[in-house]
């Protein structure tokens, strides 16, 4: 709830900062927001009592959400090679990726002062990031290759231990990882699941098509469910098998 919450908080003053955001839209209104001189916002992720927050060449700020009515930063890190554009956290590492084509591993056991570890060369057009048990998957805007897996169980050397690519010429827009099944969003191409048990040989074992071949953004899954943003839609897939 406390990251659904702050989801609406964040989009909300990002789409505008005009006095119409504080009012009631279908139950829905503002109850907070912060300013903090940034760059720019380009994404963010939430881990229990902090939200981790992509801010280009201001780097990577990290927010206090304990209170959702007024958060705040404790910490960052702006010292990076270019402009931060995705962030994926899990445990105490963070992942940034930056338009320079490098990816950061970042400590963040200690909000107040996070410390980059290492990093490794990616592509520069990385659309999506997903951080999970000592790995980091990317999914790409190119047609060479739609997903590419870093191991990082070692932050300080991170690995390339795996490549994707199902031909289809489209992008992943999201990547959401669950034991040893990728969830895949794709640009005109619908909603795919990836074995990725064998990094050697990922498989394709189910493909989704959406009504006129729809963008779809973002996606998230929840319980036996997963739901994707799509064009003016949001669609949910049984994912029970």
Known sequence: MKNLMLTII???????????????????????????????FKSFTCQGDYAYV?????????????????????????????????????????????????????????????TVLGSIVCPTNVMSIFVNDGYTYLGLHQYSSNLIIID??????????????????????????RDTLAFASFWQRGYRIINIANLDSMTVVDT??????????????IGDMAICAGGYNLYYFDITD
């Open 54 to 114: 992509a801010t280009g060449y201001s780097g990577l700020q990290i927010l206090d959400i304990t209170d959702p009515e007024n958060f705040s930063p404790v910490g960052y890190l702006d010292d990076t090679p270019g402009e931060v554009k995705h962030v994926g956290v899990h445990g105490g590492i963070a992942c940034l990726v930056d338009n320079t084509g490098l990816l950061l591993i970042v400590d963040i056991s200690e909000p107040e002062n996070p």
């Open 10 to 40: 964040l989009i909300t003053f990002f789409l505008s900062i005009t006095n119409s955001i504080a009012q009631d839209r279908n139950g829905i209104s503002q109850i907070s927001r912060i300013y903090n001189h940034w760059m720019s």
């Open 208 to 221: 989704i098509a959406v009504d006129g071949q729809q963008y779809l953004g973002e996606l998230q899954l």
């Open 152 to 177: 990082i169980s070692d932050p300080e050397n991170p690995v390339e231990v795996g490549v994707f690519n199902e031909n289809i010429g489209r992008e992943i827009n999201d990547i959401v990882v």
